[in-house]
């Protein structure tokens, strides 16, 4: 599953990408300093995994990753092949969910290209080139579809009436991600299209070091802007990120973080906030050789979760035995939570909880 860095410009991408992956892209002050798509693969931040480290002692630890892709900059025309235009909606088309980086910040070192800094004229001219693209992908498939329902299918019918909601909304200016949808018109007609405008977003407004714990004017307009579009928003100096991770010691990036009054670093949050937007999450194993976590779909079921080890495991399931989280970190070991009854057996249909502790037997 990945997640693509957008935005335009001179927003901070690529310095954000940085931050989160310590790849080191290409940082500069010109448009499209980002051309072919730098990938990260990223450690999920999560104390449960240090918890279990300090209790088991095992000879490693291996935590969960999200995969983030950092895009180059868009603008105006991008739809038409503007500038990387194609590359970008290409590239884009390929994330799973989208991290929208907003200038939200002063600085008359760093050009923007529209002269000024305005979270929401920038927001929409991505918005809007995302739409123009996604009404493109609408016009082709009602073309067809269009054919069949003269004929009487029924199926194409309902098909035409979801594409024609569809392409009202997206000539409105509304993305598809804000429009609701029947559970079986959805999976069946919107999902398989795989709009733009329908990926799960996250607005990242990027301030200066005096915001970062409490936003700014930029901030609460785009915070407007975006009530009515189940989307997130999470706020981050950008800048402030890079510098933290400059530094070399934990404690050194500790005293920097108190001293802006943060309690973490904010690209710790983006990070878990990716993951969540992708709709994942995590179950443990624990044992003396690997205490790992592993990344399941939200939902998964104990048979499915045993897959993401090994085909074989899902294959030939049997049983799960299972421990909360907090049950295994309260009682200390696998054993004590045994004796105390908090490990559970549990069959193949199972809804696997964020933060299960499993072991799984199976046989092929």
């Not at 990344?295 to 897959?307: K, S």
């Amino acid at each position: 599953m990945k997640a693509g860095i957008v935005g335009l410009p001179n927003v901070g991408k690529s310095t954000l990408f940085n931050c989160l992956s310590n790849a080191k892209a290409q940082s500069a002050n010109f448009p499209f300093c980002t051309i072919e798509p730098n990938i990260g693969i990223v450690n999920i931040p999560d104390p449960r995994l240090e918890r279990l480290e300090a209790l088991v002692k095992p000879v490693r630890v291996q935590p969960a990753t999200v995969e983030i892709v950092d895009i180059a900059g868009l603008v105006k025309g991008a739809s038409k092949g503007e500038g990387l235009g194609n590359q970008f909606l290409a590239n884009i088309r390929e994330t799973d969910a989208i991290l929208h980086v907003l200038r939200c910040f002063d600085n008359d070192n760093i050009v923007h290209v529209d002269g000024s800094v305005n979270p929401i004229r920038d927001k929409e001219t991505i918005d809007m080139e995302l739409q123009l693209k996604d009404l493109e992908t609408v016009d082709k498939k009602l073309e067809k579809v269009k054919r069949a329902a003269k004929t009487g299918n029924k199926e194409a019918q309902k098909e035409e009436a979801v594409l024609v909601k569809i392409k009202s909304a997206l000539e409105a200016g509304v993305s598809v991600r804000a429009l609701e949808f029947a559970k079986d018109d959805y999976d069946e007609f919107v999902s398989p299209a795989q709009f733009i405008t329908d990926k799960p977003v996250m607005y990242v407004c990027n301030v200066d070091e005096e915001s970062a714990v409490t936003g700014n004017a930029y901030v609460e307009r785009v915070r407007e802007a975006v009530k009515d579009e189940n989307a997130e928003i999470l706020v981050l100096a950008v800048g402030t990120e890079a510098d933290i991770t400059e530094l070399d010691s934990y404690e050194e990036r500790q005293m920097f973080l108190q001293d802006i009054g943060l309690d973490e670093p904010g690209s710790s949050k983006l990070i878990r906030s990716a993951y969540k937007l992708l709709k994942q999450q995590t179950y443990f194993t624990a044992g003396v050789k690997e205490v790992r976590a592993w990344t399941i779909d939200v939902g998964a079921t104990a048979p499915q979760a045993a897959g993401v080890i090994h085909t074989d495991f899902e294959k030939g399931f049997i049983r799960a035995e299972v421990i909360a989280f907090e049950d295994f970190s309260d009682l200390g070991s696998e054993a004590k939570a045994k004796e105390a009854g908090k490990m559970r057996v549990e069959g193949k249909n199972y809804v696997v909880k964020d933060g299960d502790i499993m072991h799984f037997l199976f046989n092929v």
